[in-house]
């Protein structure tokens, strides 16, 4: 059973930093490419940063690209996502998302295992 448990989310200033850590289980992060959503107030979930599964290569949303990088620790098996420079705007609930390809996708409907999500606020 694969199992993705998000953590780090909470408030902080606009202009601050936080990093998510998305613990996976049953399967290993370096088969699968992975991606971070979001999905803010009335709106529909959206791509924020991908990778894909030999970690080359990875991907951003243009509204987070130049403060948001995500990265990942194979021995951990955990995959992060470094927000850097937050805005308001930022303020969303964020999943992590793992495939069973290692090809990226930005697209929500490519993904096969999702966790159950963690707040970010952003406050001006």
């Known amino acids: 059973q694969v199992q993705l448990v998000e953590s780090g989310g909470g408030l902080v200033q606009a202009g601050g930093s936080l990093r998510l850590s998305c613990a996976v289980s049953g399967r290993t992060v370096s088969s699968s490419a992975m991606g971070w959503f979001r999905q803010g107030p009335g709106k529909e979930r959206e791509f924020v940063v991908g990778i894909i599964g030999s970690g080359d290569y990875t991907y951003s949303a243009d509204s987070v690209k130049g403060r948001f990088t995500i990265s990942r620790d194979n021995a951990k098996n955990t995959v992060y996502l470094q927000m850097n420079s937050l805005k308001p705007e930022d303020t969303a609930v964020y999943y992590c998302?793992?495939?069973?390809?290692?090809?990226?996708?930005?697209?929500?409907?490519?993904?096969?295992?999702w966790g159950q999500g963690t707040q970010v606020t952003v406050s001006s």
């Open positions: 998302a793992a495939r069973r390809s290692t090809l990226f996708t930005s697209g929500a409907s490519g993904y096969d295992y």
